[in-house]
Every structure is written in structure tokens, then in C-alpha cells.
């Protein structure tokens, strides 16, 4: 899979998609004046061009004066014959989506940003090792823990 497409989608769904393809082009403007800095000995270059991914999704939370409520930008694509029923269904994708970013703001930072690289960036643990400057074993673990923190907050909030 292109790396482009990829990092515009998680930068979408992390920061909006209003703003995701000027900040895809931050992430690769970054990367290319870095580039003698990368050492494919070291790893994959998706784990080390995400690096750049998660420092611009930060930076932007901060000085865009946006929280986890990106997360509920989501679209739930949704095919329904009755009207009524698919407007239900937006609803309680909605409140879901709601819950799930409330859920999300109680992690810590990197807790978060080794869920959403993984469930968003489609990265392996090596990939989000690399963005994250993180052993494998490290990354495994964390991911383990931070779904169970995850679990028990939707558990909280309602959610089955």
C-alpha cells in the first residue's frame, strides 16, 4: 500500500480530514529534508515516516485547539432502505464514536498513539516501534495494556 494515502487517512481521522491532505504534505516535506537521516538498516521506512506522522498529529492538537473530538469525524457508511432506521443507526454510530474518543482522551499520550498507528496506520508492531522509538516487545506490551485501559473505560461509559 502507498505510504501517501495512508498517512493522509490517519491524519484524517486523527486531526480531520479538512486539513489531512496539507498536513500529509507537512509530514513528506519533513521527511524529505530528514532524509539523510534515515538508515534502512535501522527499519522500515513507514515506521520512521510515521515518526513524522504522530509529531505533526500532536503538534496540530496543540496549536489547532483541537481534541479527541476528531475522532468522531468518522463516517460510518451506511446502506438502508428505511430512512428512519439508517438515521437511528447514524445516531447510535454517533454516540459510539463519542464514547470511544471520551474513551480514548483518558489514555496517556503514547498509550493512544500505539492504538490509533496500529487500529488507524495499519502499522506493524516493528513500523510502530520505528515511529515511536520503541522495542517491538515494548510496543506489545503497551498495545496490550492500553486496549484493556480501553475495554474497561467503553465498559464504564456503557458500551457492552
Known amino acids: 500500500m502507498e505510504a501517501a494515502p495512508r498517512v493522509q487517512r490517519y491524519l484524517g481521522r486523527r486531526a480531520g480530514f479538512e486539513i489531512a491532505e496539507e498536513l500529509t504534505a507537512e509530514v513528506f516535506a519533513l521527511a524529505w529534508a530528514a532524509r539523510d537521516r534515515y538508515d534502512p538498516a535501522v527499519g522500515d521506512a513507514v515506521g520512521w515516516l510515521f515518526g513524522f506522522v504522530i509529531n505533526v498529529a500532536r503538534r496540530q492538537?496543540?496549536?489547532?485547539?483541537?481534541?479527541?473530538?476528531?475522532?468522531?469525524?468518522?463516517?460510518a457508511d451506511q446502506a438502508s432502505v428505511d430512512h428512519a432506521e439508517a438515521?437511528?443507526?447514524?445516531?447510535?454510530?454517533?454516540?459510539?464514536?463519542?464514547?470511544?474518543?471520551?474513551?480514548?482522551?483518558?489514555?496517556?499520550?503514547?498509550?493512544?498513539?500505539?492504538?490509533?498507528?496500529?487500529?488507524?496506520?495499519?502499522?506493524?508492531?516493528?513500523?510502530?516501534?520505528d515511529a515511536l522509538g520503541l522495542d517491538t516487545t515494548v510496543v506489545k506490551t503497551r498495545l496490550s495494556r492500553a486496549?484493556?485501559?480501553?475495554?474497561?473505560?467503553?465498559?464504564?461509559?456503557?458500551?457492552?
Open 87 to 129: 438515521v437511528a443507526g447514524r445516531l447510535d454510530n454517533a454516540q459510539r464514536l463519542e464514547r470511544t474518543a471520551a474513551a480514548l482522551d483518558h489514555l496517556s499520550r503514547m498509550d493512544r498513539d500505539v492504538i490509533l498507528l496500529r487500529a488507524w496506520g495499519e502499522l506493524s508492531y516493528e513500523q510502530i516501534g
Open 61 to 75: 492538537a496543540r496549536t489547532g485547539g483541537r481534541r479527541q473530538r476528531a475522532y468522531g469525524r468518522l463516517s
Open 147 to 160: 486496549r484493556r485501559r480501553l475495554a474497561a473505560q467503553m465498559d464504564e461509559g456503557g458500551d457492552p
